[in-house]
């Protein structure tokens, strides 16, 4: 079947209708990860988008539900230039075409990738429309386009309840710092596993804006305890279970939709709890303190960005996936100052706040899919714990 990908600024591509049969109009965006579909197609951040995989060939190894960064696909389409529709792989449960007529996402195959990712770059991020209908009316659809807005998809990605996950011995030592798979090698092979019990008994809220699965895995693996809140939970809830930390998650959207929450995050700010935030939640924290946030011409999307440590001069290899960015040239340094900035365009990256044990990055240290560089920093917020505890 047919099917057609219209722009906001009239660009039409013909390509072959895959998953779902609906019509759907989003926000465009493109990732440039070679490989983890899945965990892009599973991670909330993608909620109110439909993502372009620039990466030619996509669903070669198929899904395998173990890997899924939550409970299911959050973009509104996926665009790609060739789709896999006979999966090899030994830990494959079905295919990418299985899962999204499962889930109810459209996409459409066999356009140029490449060259709706250089419109995407030149012009920016812009709305458009996939249909499998050939007599659409151009002028109309295009209207359409120019109304859309993503909304507060917060509020639709969060857990809906409190849940925990228990931080164990077991996983630690034997499981992995980022998906589920067991590993069955020497520990002495993994010294960052093993040491990774250093945050044994230690109770962290995580605030869930669109959280990614392994941010919690993460902790768990290093010994916490992780408390998962949704969104919308008051501070005074979460400052009264006494964490030991909180961690402020990745999430969808335009950070100055969550008005609410930016009031909660503002009242943890003052609690004096060590707080680590990641992309969204840096973001909240950033204009929760007084900070500005900007939209991007098209953001940053992939598993190979370079962000450099300002306090260290080392650069680490990021995935990332946002839209929007801090403006430093807005921070206040009585309150917070640069800690991480991207080496390719020089945005803000991560930042350190003054007088406070809080620290915020832009990028995806939980990884998944994408490098493990930066999963430190998980280890340098337990640290911040530990010290706090004993002060």
């Known amino acids: 079947m047919k099917a057609f990908l219209i722009l906001e600024d009239g660009t039409v591509f013909e390509g072959i209708h895959i998953g779902a049969d609906k019509e759907i109009i989003s926000e465009i965006v493109f990732n440039t990860s070679m490989a983890g579909y899945l965990e892009v197609l599973t991670d909330p951040s993608y909620a109110g988008q439909a ?46 075409q299985d899962v999204l007529e499962e889930f109810g996402i459209p996409g459409i195959a066999g356009i140029d990738t490449r060259a709706l990712t250089k419109i995407l770059r030149e012009k920016g991020t812009m709305n458009g429309c996939i249909t499998t209908n050939e007599n659409y009316d151009l002028e109309e659809v295009k209207k359409q386009l120019s109304q859309y807005v993503v909304g507060n998809v917060v509020e639709i990605v969060t857990c809906k309840e409190k849940y925990t996950l228990s931080g164990t011995k077991e996983l630690s030592e034997n499981g992995p710092l980022s998906g589920s798979a067991k590993y069955t090698g020497e520990k002495e092979k993994r010294p960052s596993l093993v040491k ?4 044994a008994g230690k109770k962290v809220a995580l605030l869930d804006l669109g959280a990614k699965d392994n941010i919690a895995k993460s902790l768990a693996a290093r ?27 990745n999430g969808p959207g335009d950070p100055k939709s969550c008005v609410s929450v930016i009031a909660n995050v503002k009242k943890l700010y003052e609690s004096d709890t060590p707080i680590f935030a990641i992309c969204l939640g840096h973001q909240l924290m950033a204009l929760a303190t007084g900070a500005d946030t900007f939209k991007m011409k098209y953001g940053h999307r992939g598993g190979n960005h370079p962000v450099k440590d300002l306090a260290t001069g080392r650069v680490y290899i990021s995935s990332q996936n946002h839209g929007y960015v801090v403006d430093m040239d807005k921070l206040d340094p009585a309150i917070a100052t640069p800690a991480f900035v991207n080496v390719n365009d020089g945005t803000c990256e991560g930042l350190a706040y003054t007088g406070k044990n809080i620290f915020t ?22 640290q911040m714990m530990e010290v706090e505890s004993h002060a």
Request: hydrophobic letters at 40%; a negative charge.
């Open 361 to 382: 990055v832009q990028f995806h240290p939980e990884a998944c899919p994408g490098p493990q560089d930066s999963a430190y920093l998980f280890d340098r917020f337990i």
């Open 223 to 249: 010994g916490c305890d992780v408390t998962v809140y949704p969104a919308d939970t008051p501070a005074e809830e979460i400052l009264a279970d006494a964490p030991d930390g909180i961690m402020l998650s």
């Open 51 to 96: 993502v372009c995989m620039t990466y030619p060939l996509i669903g070669n190894y198929g899904i395998s539900r173990e890997d899924m960064e939550s409970r299911q696909i959050w973009p509104d389409a996926l665009i790609v230039r060739e789709l896999s529709r006979m999966p090899s792989n030994f830990r494959c449960d079905v295919s990418i």
């Open 196 to 199: 990774a019990l250093n945050g």
